[in-house]
């Protein structure tokens, strides 16, 4: 399966906000590959990462990427529902690379449907799962398209999440936004940092991207 680059950007940018902090147990809803949590575990101390998947390749391929890797201890990968899986303890951090389009240009192919739409897990049913699943002063922690994610901050707010960050990315200064990344906490709290990251700036890298990614990417 490929990865995008600002699932990279994603992932780098949050174990940069808690790479200070050390977590008991994190939760990575539709993990794919794997590629968050395995960033996540490079880069903060994490005891636990539960990843769960609903494709069976892509959940085998999940596992196969941990066993290789060195954090293999702690990560550990589900295959099934999100919304039907029994989880038996709460969770510091949940963290997803969601569905990105609300049932537009469906494909053929039922497994780029579950991996690009809201046919599995919608925004609203996300807002409470993840609400349900943290702690009471735990995180969540999204990437969603930037047109999406007004939305998100409504639904997150009914479900008692606020947002605390938001940075939106940009493909170059020539463009507008096209990715945000969006951490919530579950405190009340109202207080919200907004920013932005250029992946590309002048034809090159970014500084703000070259910093981020520079812990993941062999030459940048």
């Known amino acids: 399966m490929k990865v995008c680059t600002e699932s990279c950007l994603f992932g ?3 174990a940069d ?24 575990a490079q880069q903060v ?20 990427n941990f066993q290789a890797s060195a ?12 919304l039907n899986y029994s989880f038996e303890k709460k969770y510091r951090l949940v963290f ?6 609300e049932q537009s240009l469906l494909s053929a192919d039922r497994g ?6 809201e046919a599995a897990l919608g925004l609203t049913a996300l807002a409470d799962l993840a609400a349900n699943l943290l702690e009471a002063d735990g995180w969540l922690a999204l990437l969603l398209p930037y047109l999406r994610a007004d939305a998100m901050v409504e639904q997150a707010l009914k479900a008692g999440l606020t947002l605390r960050k938001r940075t939106n990315v940009c493909q170059t200064e020539k ?5 945000s990344m969006l951490l919530f906490k579950k405190d009340g709290a109202t207080e919200t940092t907004t920013d932005q990251v250029l992946i590309r700036q002048n034809g090159s890298y970014s500084a703000a991207f070259t910093q981020l990614l520079q812990p993941y990417y062999l030459y940048l």
């Open 112 to 117: 780029i449907n579950l991996a690009r739409h």
């Open 175 to 179: 463009h507008g936004p096209f990715r």
């Open 12 to 14: 780098a940018w949050l």
């Open 45 to 64: 101390k994490v005891k636990s990462i539960d990843a769960i998947e609903l494709d069976p390749a892509a959940s085998k391929q999940a596992t196969a």
């Open 17 to 40: 906000f808690f790479r200070d902090q050390e977590l008991d147990a994190a939760l990575d809803i539709g993990t794919g590959t794997g590629l968050l949590s395995l960033q996540l």
């Open 71 to 82: 954090w293999n201890q702690s990560l550990h990968c589900i295959q099934g529902d999100v």
């Open 96 to 101: 997803s690379n969601p569905p990105f389009f």
